[in-house]
């Protein structure tokens, strides 16, 4: 159970909210709100002429896995071998994924400390509406 006023959990049997002090008897309690989260993940798309990137935020909400956000595409990469990438196309792609999160916070998800293994896994959490 969790504090009606302040959310915080409550111990079995508990008398007064250790978060903000205040008595609970008598007083309804409400259930912890449902987060959904999305990570930022990089997509490499292969085309006949030419190779594009761009990131995805993949999200996982109450009715199962969704695309919550993507980046634009850059295709800076052309006939460049991916071991070869100068480094003027990560300062570029650091930008876009900036835009991304930027993109995220604006839409009302929450950056998490946590991050995934790649440089770009930016993990997100939003409050279920």
């Not at 903000?20 to 993940?41: D, H, N, R, S, Y």
């Not at 999160?101 to 946590?114: A, F, V, Y």
């Amino acid at each position: 159970m969790h504090c009606h006023l302040c959310g915080a959990r409550l111990p079995e049997g508990a008398s007064f909210c250790p978060g903000c002090g205040k008595p609970l008897q008598g007083q309804a309690q409400v259930a912890p709100a449902q987060f959904e989260t999305c990570e930022i993940v990089g997509r490499w798309k292969s085309g006949l002429v030419t190779d594009s990137y761009h990131f995805e935020a993949e999200a996982v909400g109450p009715h199962g896995p969704y695309i919550a956000a993507w980046s634009r595409a850059w295709n800076e990469l052309a006939l460049t071998p991916r071991w070869k990438v100068p480094d003027s196309t990560h300062e570029e792609a650091s930008e876009i994924v900036k835009e991304l999160i930027s993109d995220l916070i604006k839409d009302g998800w929450e950056p998490l400390e946590e991050r995934g293994t790649n440089w770009e896994n930016f993990r997100f959490r939003r409050q279920v509406k």
